[in-house]
């Protein structure tokens, strides 16, 4: 092969090479650390219908396990349930979403972005025969429109709108940790909520106090029990207070709630941290 050929050999590879990094995040791919408050916006189609009352958060709670906080701030019920290909087993509860509809779509849109949260599990019906579906609370689907057309839009039935993976943003609050009901001296679960930046979760684990019977207490991997639910079943004594270390799921970035969980604690508590990522 001859130099000429092989500098265009080169060059042609390089040119691949760019080609697919430009397509790359269609298909779902993130370099390690990726940052979704500084890459720029992949906006896709998707189905919208609304459910629960116009003015309400959907189902006032979903099965990622948020309970009544949904309809509360931050959260604020712009929230919404979502199709399978999205939820994914409830590895995306907390991620988020920026919502649209034009003129084109439905005359009362106003094309403006509506901020939403995954909190629950759209099953069957339309959110399973589109690709991509939300199934907005009241209040998400009515914020799409044009001001006093909010009915309108809501009476559109399925609707086709734009949406885009964004970060999520809860006005500088830390993250809380509410323990669930069925948490004991061997078997604890907590809630997880308002997780800013890439809002869901790749990991979490626990580490219990140093003292004379844990002696060097080590990191314990928990698992996903169900939505924003992370479970360790530990069969013996935890002794606390727990510190709780967090990996985010689009990002992979760590972060240590030191102590959070304090002795003492006891199920159906609220525990609110000093940290949370920030966007």
């Known amino acids: 092969m001859g130099l000429f050929d092989i500098?265009?050999?080169?060059?042609?590879?390089?040119?691949?090479?760019?080609?697919?990094?430009?397509?790359?995040?269609?298909?779902?791919?993130?370099?390690k650390h990726f940052n979704l408050s500084t890459h720029a916006t992949h906006w896709g189609t998707a189905g919208a219908t609304w459910y629960g009352s116009p003015h309400g958060a959907g189902s006032d709670g979903g099965s990622c396990g948020y309970g009544s906080a949904v309809s509360q701030a931050?959260?604020?019920?712009?929230?919404?349930?979502?199709?399978?290909?999205?939820?994914?087993?409830?590895?995306?509860?907390?991620?988020?979403?920026?919502?649209?509809?034009?003129?084109?779509?439905?005359g009362s849109c106003s094309?403006?972005?509506?901020?939403?949260?995954?909190?629950?599990?759209?099953?069957?019906?339309?959110?399973?025969?589109?690709?991509?579906?939300?199934?907005?609370?009241?209040?998400?689907?009515?914020?799409?429109?044009?001001?006093?057309?909010?009915?309108?839009?809501r009476d559109?039935?399925?609707?086709?709108?734009?949406?885009a993976r964004v970060a999520c943003d809860y006005s500088r609050k830390n993250i809380v940790f509410h323990v669930d009901q069925?948490?004991?001296?061997?078997?604890?679960?907590?809630?997880?909520?308002f997780?800013?930046?890439?809002?869901?979760?790749?990991?979490?684990?626990?580490?219990?106090?140093?003292?004379s019977i844990t002696k060097n207490s080590k990191w314990r991997q928990m698992q996903q029990s169900w939505g924003a639910v992370w479970k360790l079943d530990a069969g013996s004594e935890l002794h606390p207070p727990f510190s709780i270390r967090l990996t985010s799921q689009y990002s992979d970035q760590i972060l240590i709630a030191k102590n959070v969980i304090p002795t003492g604690w006891q199920p159906g508590a609220t525990y609110r941290s000093l940290v949370n990522y920030r966007v």
């Open 7 to 31: 500098s265009h050999l080169v060059i042609f590879s390089h040119l691949i090479i760019v080609l697919v990094c430009f397509i790359c995040p269609s298909f779902g791919y993130k370099p």
């Open 74 to 106: 931050p959260f604020s019920s712009f929230v919404t349930g979502i199709g399978p290909s999205l939820y994914k087993s409830g590895k995306e509860c907390g991620a988020c979403y920026q919502v649209k509809c034009t003129k084109k779509m439905h």
């Open 111 to 153: 094309g403006k972005g509506v901020r939403v949260v995954i909190t629950d599990f759209c099953p069957g019906g339309p959110c399973v025969a589109q690709s991509a579906h939300f199934d907005l609370s009241g209040t998400a689907f009515g914020s799409m429109a044009i001001p006093g057309q909010e009915q309108k839009l």
């Open 156 to 163: 559109a039935g399925v609707l086709q709108i734009r949406y």
């Open 182 to 193: 069925g948490s004991n001296s061997e078997y604890f679960a907590v809630v997880i909520e």
């Open 195 to 211: 997780e800013e930046g890439d809002g869901d979760l790749a990991k979490v684990e626990l580490k219990e106090k140093i003292s």
